[in-house]
Nanobody
Framework: QVQLVESGGGLVQPGGSLRLSCAAS????????MGWHRQAPGKQRELVAR???????YYVDSVKGRFTISRGNAKNTVSLQMSSLKPEDTAVYYC?????????WGQGTQVTVSS
């Protein structure tokens, strides 16, 4: 059993910043990737950012230059630093990890960008 606990969502004004964090626990073997997805109302869930076990990162075009994903010193943690937030970044953000034994999701944390 693997559990992912997210924190850091909330309400922020356009141009502001938020930091999301995710900690994984349980029967975790080899982590292949850690990442963040988001789902806005009426839209499909999309991959926002991902960090691979070797350190490479991926960002969806709409967040490049604004968001930074990083793994913590405790390798089972991952954060997403979001800056210059826009109203279109409003969504529920989900932490995701892929391991050699499965694909796991957090419960989601709401990010709302509004004045």
């Amino acid at each position: 059993q693997v559990q992912l606990v997210e924190s850091g969502g909330g309400l922020v004004q356009p141009g502001g910043s938020l930091r999301l964090s995710c900690a994984a626990s349980g029967s975790i073997f080899t982590i292949l990737t850690m990442g963040w997805h988001r789902q806005a109302p009426g839209k499909q869930r999309e991959l926002v950012a991902r960090v691979y076990s070797g350190g490479d990162t991926y960002y969806v075009d709409s967040v490049k230059g604004r968001f930074t994903i990083s793994r913590g010193n405790a390798k089972n943690t991952v954060s997403l630093q979001m800056s210059s937030l826009k109203p279109e970044d409003t969504a529920v953000y989900y932490c995701n990890i892929q391991t050699t034994t499965g694909n796991y999701w957090g419960q989601g944390t709401q990010v709302t960008v509004s004045s």
